[in-house]
Nanobody, 126 residues
Framework: QIELVESGGGSVQAGGSLTLSCVPS????????MAWFRQAPGKEREGVAA???????YYADSVKGRFTISRDSVKNTLYLQMNSLKPDDSAVYYC????????????????????WGQGTQVIVSS
């Protein structure tokens, strides 16, 4: 089994920045793809950003130009750098790893990912 642990959530003013981190405790297979999702109260979980095995990246239209997904192979850590935050960005953010056998595509869909963290909350105030 693989376990993901997120950190870095908190409260910020609109226009501020925040960086989220995710550390897998066990890697099920190599290479692998990872992503960030978010879920606000009363809404479905939505894909925010994803990164492939060749460091190719994909973003939801709502965060393009503001968020950056990256990873540090030495530290085995996934990051989400969030800039110019808006109140609509408020949500619980989750990191995820793709299912074994995923060969690309469907980057921002929950069905692509089989391993999830517990989430970290982000609150952006006006």
């Amino acid at each position: 089994q693989i376990e993901l642990v997120e950190s870095g959530g908190g409260s910020v003013q609109a226009g501020g920045s925040l960086t989220l981190s995710c550390v897998p405790s066990t890697v099920a297979y190599v290479p692998y793809c990872m992503a960030w999702f978010r879920q606000a109260p009363g809404k479905e979980r939505e894909g925010v950003a994803a990164i492939g095995t060749k460091d190719n990246t994909y973003y939801a239209d709502s965060v393009k130009g503001r968020f950056t997904i990256s990873r540090d192979s030495v530290k085995n850590t996934l990051y989400l750098q969030m800039n110019s935050l808006k109140p609509d960005d408020s949500a619980v953010y989750y990191c995820a790893q793709d299912y074994p056998g995923h060969e690309g595509g469907r980057w921002l869909l929950t069905a692509t990912y089989g391993y999830w963290g517990q989430g970290t909350q982000v609150i952006v105030s006006s």
